[in-house]
């Protein structure tokens, strides 16, 4: 039996709240201050992960408590503190490899400082999540009958781990491309990086709204709190992939434009006759891609650190992609604001889409 752990965190203060009712009484300020003094905690056992190779695994979720706020705004050190005691449980436990969920993946240098201070494997599961995340942008172009290669693209958080080996992947098929965040020279040295690789040029900005208005497809990987893509950015008939955890784009995009397909990257299927012991809000049986990316490498029997720090070359990209098909993950279709995305929902869109085209060039007349 191979094992694993993952490290998993509040991404906001209700979510203690909705966890554990005793919290519900206690203002958010206090219940901040609380858990920031907690230990990690097991939060479940995971069981019944099969490949289809035959072997198995076991794995638990650790709790790693602060918030995607806490975990941004409180002094580094003490962030890296908790996220090591929380690795360090995991080997207490058995586990041979542990992945970082969320922003225990984005303090510091991803990674790289709690392999140091363990005594097994560790992964930030980047790797997977961006394979996912480019096989969801192309299924969701084939749905939306948006050619990829024609496209212009935008990535939010484009200089991030995630998002610069999306922009640089996506880079040798697109049309053309916006890169977005707050850092210029960050943004500058990528868009360089970018056109010696494929040749393309891509355009940068720090306006993450101008950068999606022209976008037929964006790619939502930027590491703020809270959500920052609103309804009015965004073009008809434009895909979106929102891969961030919190979610960058705002749920009033869901309410406000029915005529844009907004999808969450990185939703995965995990072979076997998986019990995760925990709500995250899935399905049953699928996962985050991070949290595959630690099954696959166990079931692999690959104890060793994989994706770490933040450039990731497309190789790993590659090689965890076959790893994932040789066990039996895959892509868990698409979805959106905690529902399915059933061809019903597509065509509508698109219907949805032509008719804003047709009202705005009716409008410019
Ligand atoms: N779906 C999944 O399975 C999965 C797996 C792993 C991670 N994630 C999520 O993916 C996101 C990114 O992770 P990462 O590891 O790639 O992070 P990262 O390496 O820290 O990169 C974050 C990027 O976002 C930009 N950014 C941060 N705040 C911004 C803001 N307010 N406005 C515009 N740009 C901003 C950063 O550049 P500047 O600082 O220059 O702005 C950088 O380009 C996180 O939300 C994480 O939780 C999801």
New binding site residues.
Partial sequence: MERFAFIIHPLEIEDVARKFPSARRMPASWLETVIRRCPPIKASHITGVRSLQGTEAEGWFIGCLLTAKQMMELPEEEVLDKIIKAARKAEQLGAGIVGLG??T??VGD?GVTVADNVGIAVT???SY?VATALEGIHYAAGLMEVSVENASVTV????????SACARILARDVGSMTL????VD?LEALADRIKTETGLGPQVTTD?AAACREADIVVA????TGA?VEPEWLKPGAIVCD????RNVSRRVAEARRDVLVF???VVEVPGDVDFGLDFGFPAKTA???MAETMILALEGRYENFTLG?DLSVEQVDEISRLATRHGFRLAGLRSFERAVSPEWIQQVKENASKARRETIAGGI
């Fill in positions: 969320a922003f993946a984005v991803a930030t599961g980047n999540t939010l958080g484009a200089t991030g781990s995630i998002g977005a965040a707050r850092s960050r993450l990987v930027t590491s703020a920052i891969v961030a955890r919190p969450e990257g990185g985050y891609a991070c933040r």
